[in-house]
């Protein structure tokens, strides 16, 4: 079976690590017809937009899609691509697995923990009022004849939004990952205890979600006790759910405790469409260097073909970069014991190992 792939180089170092994500993929022995699309800063001067509708349209129409890293520039005013895309494709799930494997330089060891976090509510909703503004005046005086509570006139002013619909469906998703790759645990992380409208809420709506799940065990946790039990015993929890800022907070966390963003993959998931991706920047001044680790691409590849249903393909990726990373030597200079170790490859020379790697345990 061929599968139909929207590819997306990005910008930045994105071509060079989409480049060796794209060779590693077609090593496993998975056909593959891609639909490159460009998007990104290299396409604002003819589109006028970094993401162009036609690159959408290509996504809704194959489902599935990955992308290297894409720049947001400081101060252009026009949104991240990434939200964009999570926006416009209701991608409700930011998905980030993060798993420790050994060789990699961490303070940890056996951390495999997984991240589902809600995309389009909570803070994030973008739903500001920005300080001194006519319009901020008049919410501060309604908030204020409808509560009683007192805000002050120099105040800026986010809202939460947090709805049971949202909450059902990132709930839901994280019990069936749960189920389909045979995890234990789903633990829903609040702050119920302060904010009991928006996070209690949350709260309220996994519970009843989780009792249609009985064969997967249930907790939650407080967002402040999880960060302090995560850095002293992460082997602990299994897969967390969580709303849009503290899910943004904590997969970095995670990231963290298994080496950093150089090995985190992600994914952003709905109903009808996902797109995988790395979880770093696009790190443009290395452009061009052949010098960037592209394992948090080739990993989020794994997770592609997971969701594509090819296990096996999957497994094989998989174990051929855990066994590349365990012996060391064809890795990228962030991943040596120091930056400046004359050791260190490039990207491409990396996605050569994994693929003899792969290769050898075939034949």
């Not at 891609?34 to 036609?54: I, S």
């Not at 993060?98 to 056996?110: I, L």
């Not at 855990?322 to 260190?344: C, N, V, W």
Request: hydrophobic share 40%.
């Amino acid at each position: 079976m061929t599968h139909w792939v929207t590819f997306i180089p990005g910008d930045g170092v994105g071509p060079e690590l989409s480049e060796a994500t794209r060779r590693v993929l077609e090593a496993t022995g998975v056909s593959f017809d891609w639909d490159v699309q460009e998007a990104g800063v290299d396409v604002m001067d003819r589109y006028g937009t970094p993401l162009p509708e036609h690159v959408l349209e290509s996504i809704r129409r194959n489902g599935v899609g990955i992308k290297g890293p894409i720049t947001t520039p400081v101060g252009t005013g026009f949104r991240s691509v990434n939200v964009a895309l999570r926006k416009e494709l209701d991608l409700y799930c930011c998905l980030r697995p993060c798993k420790w494997y050994p060789g990699v330089r961490s303070r940890y060891r056996d951390v495999d923990l997984v991240i589902c976090r809600e995309n389009h509510e909570d803070l994030y909703a973008g739903i500001e009022f920005e300080q001194g503004k006519p319009e901020t005046l008049k919410l501060i005086d309604f908030i204020s004849e409808l509560s009683g509570k007192l805000v002050r006139e120099d105040s800026g002013i986010s809202i939460k939004p947090i709805s049971v619909f949202g909450t059902t469906r990132i709930v839901t998703f994280a019990f069936d990952y749960a189920r389909r790759f045979g995890r234990k645990k789903v633990t829903a992380v609040h702050k119920a205890n302060i904010m009991k409208f928006s996070d209690g809420l949350f709260l309220s709506t996994a519970r009843e979600v989780a009792q249609d799940y009985p064969d997967v065990r249930f907790e939650d946790r407080i967002v402040d006790n999880l960060s302090m039990q995560l850095v002293q015993r992460p082997e602990e929890y299994d897969v967390l759910v969580l709303p849009n800022l503290y899910g943004d907070i904590i997969s970095d966390l995670c990231a963290g405790l298994i080496g950093g963003l150089g090995v985190a993959p992600g994914a952003n998931i709905g109903d009808d469409a996902a797109v995988f991706e790395a979880t770093h920047g696009s790190a443009p001044k290395y452009r061009g260097m052949n010098k960037v680790n592209p394992m948090a691409m080739m990993f989020s590849g794994v997770l592609m073909l997971r969701h594509l249903g090819e296990v096996t393909a999957a497994d094989r990726l998989e174990l051929s970069l855990a066994a590349t990373i365990a012996e060391g030597a064809s890795l990228t200079y962030d991943m040596k014991p120091t930056r400046d170790d004359p050791t260190a490859v490039g990207t491409s020379e990396v996605a050569d190992a994994v693929i003899e790697r792969m290769n050898s345990a075939s034949s």
